[in-house]
């Protein structure tokens, strides 16, 4: 590994990069270390590209401060510099926020050395961790304690708690325990000057003055840098119930999850809508024993788990009288609940396996749209039509959290199809299935956020006033625009505010 300080008295490596600013370099090694600040090509690599490499940029350097003073000093150093910050957790993210553009000035901050979880307290029922600690981990510390840490989706094992708080991320348990956003107590944040925000708290209850950590929570990086958070946590289920279950449409989903909703009101803590796209996908490049819970690969599934926190109450039962009743009424076509936790967890790895299978399959389009809960036929009827109309033979992999109305409806070429002949369709295909979203009153984006990805989008279905007081909002906090440049908000935008 070699230290930016060597890059910067010349870039002796073959693949090192000469930095512009060696002045820089040696204020940032000096607070990290030098071998915490990378230059070389084959060092940054993996800091330059996310998951699907659809972003892959050019960094000025690496940085990866191992605590929220040394975060604070790079990012005071970055400041007066005058060069700007890409914060990154895992770098996981799928809408271009977490990794460099190409100019190769910017600075990536890592937040993978802070890793230490602060304290966890059954009694409060709280977990303060650090901002790179991944999910996976977070998980693992509330289970120590005895206590559930509810956010659970299929990036777990790398996505970190300062990505999933500043992308507000969701997952599969969202219809019980919310958003990230209603998971979070408190936040801990270096702003742009690199002072400290501690806003770390336990309090359930604080109604002094405005509440500063929303505005971090869902940025995408572009107002602080999040380097610690207090959670909520929650009692962790006795005996859960996970049912795969065949449905005659998308209709008839929605009807089941109100049926479920009123039978066992917040035990059902998940309800995953799955096409027969991604199962044949996931079938086909999954891993070698995995098969479809009902034999055949109906059009429509449903993956729903119901929990149950007390022991001496046993969810079965109910869960197969709701089945047995809506079977009777055709909206249930078929239905296997899982005979152990093994067999849960197999039911689990299909749907966890839809992102891979669809990266497995070739150039994917993905949108995580979402739109109020009886839309969702609606919109599934609605933008495959236009896009079947568009593009004959476009391959719908749409799966979702239709408990949140939220769907990843998602597109895979047409067979046959060259790979440069569907990625140059791309854009047409987000209008058509941004406008489907829009007629029915709902999101271009649920989840993933706006990145570089989706501004167009963005700026096209977004209120004008709240894209005006968002500006102002970056303004205001982040004046230089050091973090996170034209992510989320185009820079023009913000550059050219006209007073009040
Ligand atoms: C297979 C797969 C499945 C996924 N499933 C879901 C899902 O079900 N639900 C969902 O919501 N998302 C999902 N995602 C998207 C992604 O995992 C989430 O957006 C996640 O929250 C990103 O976390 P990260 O640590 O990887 O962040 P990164 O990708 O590193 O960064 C994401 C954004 O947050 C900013 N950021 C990161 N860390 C910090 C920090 N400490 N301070 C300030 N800004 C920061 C970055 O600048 C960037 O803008 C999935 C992704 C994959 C690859």
Redesign the pocket.
């Known amino acids: 590994m070699n230290a930016f300080t060597e890059a910067g008295r010349g870039g002796q490596g073959a693949d090192s990069r000469a930095d512009p600013t060696p002045d820089l370099a040696v204020a940032l090694a000096a607070v990290v270390g030098a071998a915490h600040v990378l230059t070389t090509a084959a060092d940054m690599a993996r800091y330059e590209t996310?998951?699907r490499r659809n972003y892959p940029g050019r960094a000025r350097a690496v940085v990866r401060p191992g605590s929220t003073e040394e975060v604070s000093r790079v990012v005071a150093a970055c400041a007066a510099a005058g060069v700007p910050i890409?914060?990154?957790?895992?770098?996981?993210?799928?809408v271009g926020?977490?990794t460099p553009d190409e100019s190769g000035t910017e600075v990536v901050l890592s937040?993978d050395r802070m890793r230490a979880v602060r304290s966890v307290d059954p009694l409060d029922r709280t977990l303060t961790i650090e901002?790179g600690c991944t999910v996976l981990e977070a998980q693992a510390a509330a289970e120590a304690a005895g206590r559930l840490f509810p956010l659970s989706?299929?990036?777990e094992g790398?996505?970190?708690v300062?990505?999933?708080v500043?992308?507000n991320?969701?997952?599969?348990q969202v219809l019980r325990y919310g958003n990230t956003r209603e998971l979070v107590l408190g936040l801990e944040v270096v702003l742009a000057d690199g002072r400290v925000l501690d806003l770390l708290t336990a309090l359930r209850k604080d109604n002094t003055g405005y509440d500063l950590k929303q505005l971090f929570i869902g940025a995408?990086?572009t107002l602080?840098?999040?380097?610690a958070a207090t959670f909520k946590l929650f009692s962790r289920p006795r005996q859960v119930v996970t049912a795969w279950v065949a449905v005659r449409d998308p209709q008839a989903a929605v009807q089941l999850l109100s049926l479920l909703t009123d039978a066992l009101g917040e035990r059902v803590t998940a309800f995953e809508l799955i096409g027969d796209g991604p199962l044949g996908l996931v079938l086909r490049h999954g891993t070698p024993g995995m098969r479809a819970p009902l034999g055949a690969v109906s059009p429509w599934s449903v993956l729903l788990d119901v929990s149950e926190a007390s022991a001496l109450v046993d969810p079965r039962p109910s869960v197969e009288q709701v089945l047995s009743a809506a079977m009777e009424e055709g909206v249930v076509l078929d239905a296997a609940l899982a005979a152990s936790e093994t067999q849960a967890l197999a039911f689990w790895a299909l749907r966890e396996h839809v992102?891979?299978a669809q990266r497995l399959e070739g150039p994917s389009i993905k949108h995580d749209i979402s739109v109020p809960i009886s839309r969702i036929p609606d919109f599934i009827e609605r933008a495959g039509h236009a896009l079947q109309q568009a593009m004959p033979g476009i391959r719908i992999v749409c799966f979702g959290h239709v408990g949140d109305g939220n769907l990843h409806y998602n597109q895979s070429k047409p067979e046959g199809m060259a790979d440069a002949d569907f990625r140059a369709r791309e854009n047409a295909v987000h209008d058509i299935v941004h406008a489907a979203a829009a007629e029915l009153n709902g999101s271009i984006s649920a989840?993933?956020g706006i990145?570089r990805q989706k501004q167009d989008a963005f700026l096209t279905y977004k209120s004008p006033v709240a894209i005006d007081t968002m500006a102002r909002i970056k303004h205001a906090l982040d004046p230089a625009a050091i973090f996170?440049p034209g992510?989320v908000l185009p820079r023009a935008r913000v550059d050219s505010l006209t007073p009040f």
Do not use: D, F, K
């Open positions: 996310e998951w890409v914060p990154q957790g895992g770098n996981t993210g799928l926020g977490s937040l901002a989706l299929a990036s790398s996505a970190t300062g990505g999933v500043s992308t991320a969701g997952g599969e995408e990086g602080g840098v999040v380097t992102p891979e989840e993933h990145g996170n992510r």
